[in-house]
């Protein structure tokens, strides 16, 4: 018999790409693998990788010379491998470029991982699994992967966890290249996803994440595994499952948010009072050569809408700042609007060509020191109001979902804000995965601190 081969995964990237990689740990945990904490100590290095922005897709490549630079030192690890959308989008000529990497894994081939290793062991020097399909079956195994692990056991299980339910994108937004490394929209089958999470939850899990592109549209593309089931089925029905406490679900396109989704908010007490919306502009003309599908204007009516029908509801978002063709007069919309809304958080990126998305062949492109400064004045303006948001708590008392009890408590209130917090008088901390009520008494730009009664 061989010794157990031993794994190192690192993941760059969306929640997607984490979910993916404990999928492809799940898988090694069921044949002769062992995950290891350092690549030295690694029979293979599994690089899981991002492309959105060039600068995602450098950080890969500068990891990749550092290992190859590891490899020469210690002899180790055997193989480099790299998975997920660069692997994806550069496909043959990741060896070309890095003949040191033996292993390259598409976006829909991570699941073959324990086969490719094999092929490895049995001294093939280059595998490459790279078929991206539109008729692809996500493997109905997945939720059969969460049965406890010896991690799991020893730590007890994680009080949050990610589900994934669909695969891919279908829009074509004209900057993103994820239509690209990811491939057509697949959803999994409604009764594998109940299926997971009811095996999470009786291990323990109290909160969970709903995850895809564009989840809104699950179930839209591919009927056969959802039949007649859409999106706000499917949260009705995972709102049901007995021990769950919270649930949230990402990332949502706007044009798809429809009436009947906004109302599980108000339906659901489970489903957090939190969206994630990314808008990416607030100018027209840019929304529309971005291709997104629409107008400023839709958006506001549909923040509204959800703020009529769940009134504590919070707002997150992304923008591109530095479209091409961006002027400072689109830019002042982008502010407005932020400023209109009050996003309760933001991410924002500078735009970044694509090789594959339409937008790296538009003309006018802005200059990166324009891009920068753009960047810093939304930022600034964001940061106001996180903190403006955050000012306004001291005193209020909120509900946290523990994940963590060490010396201090650390859990999230249904806004996803981190709360850190200790014990009134020295009570001891609720054990992770208790729903408590906390006193904020601090908050600073990006925390807030609080005492359980
Ligand atoms: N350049 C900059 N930001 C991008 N995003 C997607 N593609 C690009 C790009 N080419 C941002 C969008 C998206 C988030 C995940 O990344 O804001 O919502
Ligand atoms: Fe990219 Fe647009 Fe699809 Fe989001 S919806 S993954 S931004 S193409």
Redesign the pocket.
Known sequence: MTAAKTVFIRTFGCQMNERDSEIMAQLLGRCDCRLVSVPEAADLVLVNTCSIRDKAEQKVYSLLGHLRDVQAKYGRPRWLGVAGCVAQQEGERLIERMPVVNLVIGTQQFFRLPELLARLEHGEKHVVALDLSKDFVIPPFQHLLNSPSRADAASGAPVQRFVNIMQG?N???S??V??YTRGREISRPFADILEEVRLLVDQGTREITLLG??VNSYGKTNQVAAGPRRFPDLLRAVAQVPGLKRLRFT?S?PKDLDLDLMRCFAELPVLCPHVHL?VQSGSNAVLARMNRGYTAEAYLGKVLELRRLKPDITLATDFIVGFPGETEADFAATLRLLETVRFASSFSFKYSDRPQARASQFPDKIPEDAKAERLAQLQEKQNEITFEYNRALPGRTVEVLVESAGENGQGRTPGNRIVHFTAASGQALPAPGALVQVRIDRAGPHSLTGTWF
Do not use: G
């Open positions: 994108c829009n074509f937004c900057y993103c994820v239509p592109q564009n990332t396109h990314p």
